[in-house]
Nanobody, 124 residues
Framework: QVQLVESGGGLVQAGSSLRLSCAAS????????MGWFRQAPGKEREFVAA????????YYADSVKGRFHISRDNAKNTVTLQMNSLKPEDTAVYYC?????????????????WGQGTQVTVSS
């Protein structure tokens, strides 16, 4: 059974940092694009960041560019999202996702595997 499990969410003040981790099990995703998405209450799920299978290419939403950093460790089958200079508008449930393809997809429909999400709350 394929599972993606996120961890690292929490409640922080604006300007703080958080590090989200996603651990995959059931299969290896070392040849696949991995991504992070988020969903705030009443809003659609939105793209945050994606990373290529090798980690050599990354893609960020404009809203997080320069503040967030995505990385991966294929030996451990994990992907990480380092979030710095957090803002109240970053408050959302954050989801890890894996695609079956190798492009840096932005649309959720290209991701076939999803974690259960981890809550990030940023207070002002």
């Amino acid at each position: 059974q394929v599972q993606l499990v996120e961890s690292g969410g929490g409640l922080v003040q604006a300007g703080s940092s958080l590090r989200l981790s996603c651990a995959a099990s059931g299969r290896t995703f070392s040849s696949n694009t991995m991504g992070w998405f988020r969903q705030a209450p009443g809003k659609e799920r939105e793209f945050v960041a994606a990373i290529s299978w090798s980690g050599g290419s990354t893609y960020y939403a404009d809203s997080v560019k320069g503040r967030f950093h995505i990385s991966r460790d294929n030996a451990k089958n994990t992907v990480t999202l380092q979030m710095n200079s957090l803002k109240p508008e970053d408050t959302a449930v954050y989801y890890c996702a894996a695609a079956d393809g190798t492009y840096l997809y932005r649309a959720p429909r290209f991701y076939n595997y999803w974690g259960q999400g981890t809550q990030v709350t940023v207070s002002s």
